[in-house]
């Protein structure tokens, strides 16, 4: 096959982000996402259990195999734990802090968004990654205008014993808060992307000290991604290569 493109490597490291889990729920939100888990659920997470989003589960392949209400997951899952979310961000910053709701004072922001949504929940409760398809200063900052999801400060503050942001996939590298006292970290650069350009659109320091390359997808995983999971090559228009 063909050389992997710069979507497929970001969709693998999506997939990444479930090695592990074993039988619990995940929701993915947005597209590479989505065909992260269902990549990771044909290939090495064979339990995970996937969402429509609304009121089935399905295969990695889209077979509807069970029926699980979005209120059932709000009242039975959600509470326990039982749950990795990966959802966006429009700023996220050092502390882990995600925010989706507003732009500037919250009083009167320069642009309003979602509103705060899952995030709180889902950050206090059960695991929870990041996908952000543009890397660059404006989602990465210092202090967030709104928080939305939880960081690790505000949630040791809180008492919170469930609190887990585990890692942040973007269409450059992956990151997490794995540095000493949950300091940002950069896990690995994406082919062809170096330390540097990640620093350049990171608006706070990174720890650097030991970084890996994203790996490539294997030929049966551009298999999938090509002629089951995404035909179209939607992937390739959320993050170019």
Request: with cysteine.
């Amino acid at each position: 096959m063909s050389e992997a493109s710069r979507a497929e490597v970001a969709a693998v490291a999506c997939a990444e982000l479930f090695r592990g889990d074993g039988e619990i729920l995940v929701s993915p939100m947005g597209l590479l996402p989505s065909l992260g888990a269902r990549l990771a659920r044909l290939t090495f997470e064979p339990d995970l259990l996937l969402s429509d989003g609304q009121a089935c589960l399905v295969t990695g392949d889209a077979v509807v195999e069970g029926w699980l209400p979005f209120r059932t997951v709000l009242d039975t899952v959600v509470p326990h734990g039982r749950r990795h979310v990966v959802m966006g961000a429009n700023q996220l910053d050092r502390h882990g802090n995600q925010n989706i709701s507003a732009i500037g004072e919250h009083a009167r922001p320069t642009r309003q968004l979602l509103g705060v949504r899952g995030g709180p929940g889902n950050t206090v409760n059960h695991r929870t990654s990041y996908w952000v398809p543009r890397h660059s200063t404006r989602v990465f900052v210092d202090h967030v205008d709104v928080v939305s999801g939880v960081g690790f400060a505000r949630a040791a503050a809180a008492g919170q014993r469930f609190h887990d942001v585990h890692r942040v996939v973007t269409n450059l590298a992956v990151l997490d808060f794995g540095g000493p006292g949950h300091a940002p970290r950069l896990v690995s650069v994406h082919p062809g992307v170096t330390v540097d350009e990640v620093r350049a659109a990171t608006g706070f320091e990174l720890d650097t000290t030991d970084v890996a390359e994203t790996r490539a997808p294997t030929g049966e995983e551009l298999r999938l991604l090509r002629t089951v999971l995404d035909p179209k090559s939607l992937r390739d228009k959320e993050v170019p290569g």
